[in-house]
Each structure stands twice: as C-alpha cells, then as structure tokens.
C-alpha cells in the first residue's frame, strides 16, 4: 500500500523538534540492537549527535515527512547536477513498517528527476536500513567503510570509526535509470 505522504521543507523554528525526532528514530535501532549497554553514542546518549544533524541541515535540502498533516519522520539530501546523496532519513519508531520510507524516498525521486545517481550510508548493525535501501528502494551495497578501509573523502572516518562504529558503515548507490 502506498501512502499519501508530503515532503514539507524544514522551517527554522521547527529545527529543535527535527533533531529531537531524528535522534528518537537512530536510538531506536542502536537500542534494538545494543541495549543500554551500548557506547555507540556521539552525546549524551545520542547515537547521531545535534551537530551532525545541524551540519546535514545547514548543507542540504531538509524536509519533514508529513502524514495527515503530522510529522512523522524527515529527510535531508544534497544534489550536484546528476549526482545525490542521502545524507539522513528517518521515520518516526512509532510509524515503522507502514510504507512511509519508501513512499518518501519515491518522492524525493519525483523531486529530482536529473539526478542519475543517489549514494548513502548506514551503520552496519542497521539491517532495517540495510533491507529498506537494498530491497524496497534499489539500492546497491558498493564498499564498506571500516578500520581496515576508511571513507577515502572523509580522512578522521578512520579515527572516529574504531572509537564509535569499530565495525564499520556500508555505502549504497543507486542508479537511475
């Protein structure tokens, strides 16, 4: 079933209300996954952490994921000509397995017609990511990023991966045709 979603641009007043929503939903999978017992974390027991979130916002086009009227999830990506790149995605944990990822992202491709090919990333304990991207959305695994191959365009991805994520993220890509 797909669902009658709207991708509503960010407004600067509900920034506040967007970090805390996206945090929600990146907890819910560490938590899933790890349990408290996790350090996985950025901050505070955050898993993704409020300048992240501020940074993908500032550098990207940002959208609220908009159900009825109600947000329910948010989206930031960044086009160059034919190229994309999905920098954040979430849906709220209490709106899960109802289509509206997937009804959002056809969205964001109704949006952007030119661009040939969209790249994201996720942890490697995410497999609701990994499924989502893979199988409902077309996405291609291409590389994984670790301690033993770091992200080439981000130098500290090495560092910052052995004390956070030591087991790695996953990078998609996705071609249109």
């Known amino acids: 079933m797909m669902n009658c979603i709207e991708l509503k641009p960010l407004e600067a007043e509900e920034l506040n209300r967007f970090v805390r929503d996206n945090q929600e939903a990146f907890n819910f999978g560490a938590l899933e996954e790890f349990g408290l017992r996790d350090n996985h974390f950025e901050e505070d027991e955050q898993i993704i952490s409020r300048a992240t979130i501020e940074m993908s916002v500032r550098d990207g086009e940002t959208y609220r994921i908009m159900q009825s009227g109600k947000p329910v999830g948010g989206l930031v990506i960044k086009v160059d000509g034919d190229e994309g790149e999905l920098e954040l995605l979430f849906v709220s944990p209490h709106a899960h397995s109802r289509g509206i990822g997937c ?50 365009n981000d130098p500290d991805m090495a560092q910052d991966k052995d004390e956070q994520f030591p087991a790695g993220m996953f990078r998609f890509e996705k071609v249109v045709r």
């Open 103 to 152: 009804a959002a992202w056809c969205e964001v491709e109704r949006l952007h017609p030119e661009v040939r090919v969209w790249e994201t990333v996720t942890l490697y304990f995410e497999q609701r990511n990994i499924h989502f991207y893979v199988n409902r959305c077309g996405f291609h695994i291409v590389e994984f990023y670790n301690s033993h191959h770091p992200d080439p």
